[in-house]
């Protein structure tokens, strides 16, 4: 069984910051990358960034410059720093990564998502 854990949501104004945690845990022998997607009301789950095991990076155009995902493989952890934040940044995110189980099947899998607020 794998598990993703996401923390560090909430409300903040626009021009501030949040950070979002998202910790792995489980049957895990290896992680080959890990992401976040995002989902705001009545509108499709978008991809916001992602970073493979060597440590390769890439982001949506409208984030780019703001977000910063990095990870820590001692810790199955991802994180995604987010400043200047906008109200157009309100959606529900989920972490999501796919891992590699100690039974050798590979798969995706998703956390139970994380509300974050932006404020005008």
Known sequence: QVQLVESGGGLVQAGGSLRLSCAASGSI???N???WSRQAPGKQRELVARIISGGSTNYADSVKGRFTISRD???NTVYLQMNSLKPED???YY???DITTIARMTAGY????TQVTVSS
């Open 29 to 31: 022998f290896s992680i």
């Open 33 to 35: 990358a890990m992401g």
């Open 73 to 75: 493989n001692a810790k």
């Open 90 to 92: 309100t959606a529900v």
């Open 95 to 97: 972490c999501n990564a």
């Open 110 to 113: 998703w956390g139970q998502g």
